[in-house]
């Protein structure tokens, strides 16, 4: 299309060059021939005054050969009418070449009355030589022969021949020199003509190709300049001429993987910040988390060296004191004996706990699992935790089946319920009934110890189950009963959760995984 347009532009342009070399042929060649016409016309016209005046001179001469002899001016005679032959073939070869030139209409009469005249003057001279030759004496101004012929045949007959011949050949010169006045204007009026139509085809064509040469270039830059600005958005249209059609499609396509990269490498970015950001924040975290860490094990190590030296200054000081009296009784040796005893079960089950813990980090804490009857374990306990829990009253609500069965550690879950209630008769109001609640919930089933009680904060709630954490200074437990029995419930392939409502009273629930049947 494009090719086509350019080929389009040169045919008119051609065309247009054609029609304006044409006409300067055809104005050159009839401007040529006007003039090799108007220079014959005018050549002949000269030849016919020429022969005017030669005429007149021999006329003249001959006159004078009469008045003083016949031998006076013979050279000169003779010159004369060489000359006027010569001036008439020079007529007649000219004469012919008008005929030819301009046609017999143009030329009517002009050969023709050239052969009259000179007939004409072959005439005049041989009169003149017979009037030499009569001999007559008479004067010459007397004699008639004479005068008539000076009188009649050259004043009247030769002159109006000649005037005849000059007068028509003028009349040519004047057509010829009006045909081309005429043929000059109509040059004059055919370039201006043509120059008024041609101009605006020419003008029109230019701005034509102009535009269909620059519209592409221009959308091409459009194109280059968004890509450059970094707009990849941007696309080409491919209704452009089809030498264009591939350049865009490679350039609209350059841009579609500009902008897929850029996606990508946008994508990446976000990403990366994403990561860094999340990142940052897991590093905040773990690093709150080892601040609270180390605190807990300040704390921690503030605890266990309280706790273990509660005992171990009640160990050393019954010792002390029963090694100081001179003679004790065996009561009190006993007394002391059944003290350090009962210290000494504390500090064991103290370092029980924390070697529990210690082992279920590591993933080395293991339970002894058998099948069993959840119904009747927590029967069987029920009147352990009852004594536990004087004395408000202990309520077993069982929801379930009676005989569910679950692979289970019975020492290890009856160690977490005794957890469980002893943290509720502990921090819940007094002379309230604690609930021990068993529901299924295939394929688990839930068992929870439900109390009624301050509550647990919804901040706090989240760290019940962390290690050494004691919301509240009752009791002398270590805070980790929770920690423990979190441990147990995740060893049997369960969890412990918990709710609390501030006001109302918390639910702490252990969920353990049912056998089927």
Known sequence: MYKRKLYLFGLLSTFILLIALASAAVSAHLTRTNLAQAQLAQSLLSEHQQLSSISYRLFKQLTDELIFGKNANQA?????????????????????????????????????????????????????????????RTPLNQQQRLQTLLEVTIDNQFREAINSAVNRQ?????????????????????????????????LLGCYWLFNALYQPLTVIRTGTDAIASG????????????EFTDLVKALNSMIARLQEHED????????????????????????????????????????????????????????????????ASNEIYKETLETILEQAVNLSN????????????????????????????????????????????????????????????KDRIAQVLTILIENAHKYSYPDTPIVL????????????VIDIGEGISSSDLQHVFERFVRLKRKGNGMGL????????????????????????????????PVLDD
């Open 76 to 136: 000169k005679v003779r010159n004369k009418q060489q000359q006027i032959e010569n001036s008439l073939n020079r007529i007649k070869s000219l004469e012919l070449d008008q005929r030819e030139a301009l046609g017999l209409e143009a030329t009517l009469g002009s050969v023709e009355d050239t052969d009259e005249l000179e007939a004409l003057i072959q005439g005049i001279v041989e009169e003149f030589r017979a009037i030499a030759l009569s001999n007559d």
């Open 350 to 409: 103290l370092v029980d706990d924390l070697l529990l813990l210690a082992r279920a980090e590591m993933h080395e804490f293991t339970v002894d699992l058998v099948k069993s009857d959840l119904h009747n374990l927590l029967t069987q306990n029920m009147a352990l935790w009852q004594k536990l829990t004087k004395p408000r009253d202990l309520d077993l609500k069982w929801l379930a089946n009676n005989e569910v069965q679950v692979l289970i550690d």
């Open 264 to 327: 990508q490498a946008d994508a990446h970015r976000k990403h990366l910040e994403f990561e860094v950001e999340s990142r940052t924040r897991a590093l905040k975290e773990a690093n709150n988390k080892l601040t609270q860490l180390d605190a807990k094990r300040r704390q921690f190590m503030a605890d266990v060296s309280h706790e273990l030296r509660t005992p171990l200054t009640i160990i050393r000081g019954e010792a002390q004191v029963t090694l100081r009296q001179a003679a």
């Open 481 to 512: 009963g929770l920690s423990i029995a979190k441990a147990i419930a995740e060893a049997h392939h369960g969890t412990l959760s918990a709710h609390s409502t501030l006001g109302k009273g918390s639910q702490f629930t252990l969920t353990l």
């Open 437 to 448: 609640r068993v529901e299924s919930e295939s394929p688990n089933i839930n068992v929870s």
């Open 231 to 242: 707009n990849y958005h941007y696309r080409l249209p491919e209704t452009l001429d089809s």
């Open 170 to 202: 003028t009349g040519v010169v004047s057509r010829i020199n009006a045909s081309i006045e005429t043929l000059n204007t109509s040059i004059v009026w055919f370039t201006i003509s043509l120059g008024l139509i041609t101009c605006p085809f020419i």
